[in-house]
């Protein structure tokens, strides 16, 4: 804890040196794409497995507290993507270190420039979206909603707590830091290897998802009945989300679940490349041997999770039934007009 206090306040205080203020945004830009990815998996699953639960959480996507959080997300993607080429170059390229400073300055103008035609785009969306007058999920609704996530975080972070202590216990190990290696692990330098490659074969999987669901499409018309669904040749004759999910996994190219492989492509490599990175976060700050490999078994088992909930989605997809449940799941949610701002 101390360290973090160290790092934020010496943040603040530094002068003149964009690269620190790089490495900031880098990991508070990675820790924000890492919280949304647990958010969207486990949600997404829902749409094979609990397809009332996905429309509602659909229905508070839309609303415009995530709204808000969409372009948040968007900006950090776009930024953390173009600042990681920056960071693989620069590995590989070391006799261009003195370039640093103009290389993160060229990071900053090249997601400006990006950022302005794409939420020119998605405000164009929301624009046509809120001009319907819809009906709004209340920030009650979304606050007891995303509890439930908040809990199952705790949980499992003191699972992994007890778990450690009694590891600790029984093997009579102290709690103070161990004396570090002076040359990191075959595990670490291959994860350092795949954090590079992995980041490399993200961006362009990434920004196509980017691209189809929320400036092609946008996250407004998979709930539009009667709209085609981005990358296939079907309409969302229903027009609920769990309808878009089902018929874009089972689009067909050449006897090929094109839309699966790309969504499970995306999502192993996204899952350890982010959990991975919050390891590396982990690493920086726990020194209490007890705490770190606590946190430690809690990102492991939080990435196994994830990929395993989500593969198992992929693979049994969304049938004709789920449309049904997802329509009584939706207007059994209470949702009334209200604010914009859901009050």
């Not at 302005?116 to 920030?139: C, K, R």
């Not at 700050?285 to 989605?313: C, E, K, N, Q």
Request: glycine share 10%.
């Amino acid at each position: 804890m101390a360290t973090l206090v160290t790092t934020i306040t010496e943040t603040l205080r530094y002068k003149g040196k964009l690269g620190q203020w790089s490495w900031v945004l880098h990991r508070v830009t990675g820790l924000g794409v890492v919280l949304f990815l647990i958010l969207h998996v486990i949600d997404t699953s829902w749409a094979a497995f609990y397809p009332g639960q996905y429309a509602k959480a659909i229905g508070e996507y839309q609303s415009p507290l995530f709204t808000l959080g969409e372009f948040a997300l968007v900006a950090a993607i776009i930024y953390h993507a173009m600042n990681g080429l920056r960071i693989v170059l620069f590995d590989f390229k070391p006799e261009w270190w003195h370039l640093q400073q103009k290389a993160a300055m060229i990071v900053l103008g090249a997601s400006v420039v990006l950022l302005v035609p794409t939420f020119a785009i998605m405000f164009g969306h929301v624009l046509h979206y809120y001009d319907g007058n819809p009906d709004l999920v209340t920030i009650s609704d979304i606050i007891q909603s995303q509890a439930q996530f908040l809990l199952g975080f705790v949980v499992i972070i003191a699972a992994a707590l007890l778990l450690s202590l009694a590891y600790a216990l029984i093997t009579g190990e102290t709690g103070t830091p161990a004396r570090p290696n002076r040359r990191p692990s075959q595990f670490d330098a291959w994860m350092w290897r795949f954090m590079r490659l992995s980041g490399l074969l993200i961006v362009p999987l990434v920004f196509g998802h980017l691209a189809m669901v929320h400036l092609i499409q946008g996250v407004f018309d998979i709930t539009t009945s009667g709209h085609s669904i981005v990358g296939t040749d079907a309409v969302n004759s229903s027009g609920k989300a769990v309808e878009f999910v089902g018929r874009r996994w089972d689009y067909l190219v050449a006897g090929v679940a094109i839309w699966r492989i790309y969504d499970g492509a995306l999502l192993a490599l996204v899952v350890v490349h982010g959990f991975n990175g919050l390891r590396y976060v982990v690493n920086d700050y726990a020194h209490d041997r007890v705490v770190r490999r606590a946190l430690t078994l809690a990102i492991a088992f939080g990435a196994a999770a994830l990929i395993i909930l989500g593969f198992a989605a992929l693979l049994a997809g969304v049938d004709e039934t789920a449309y049904g449940i997802a329509k009584e799941g939706l207007e059994s949610f209470s949702k009334v007009p209200t604010s914009p701002f859901g009050g």
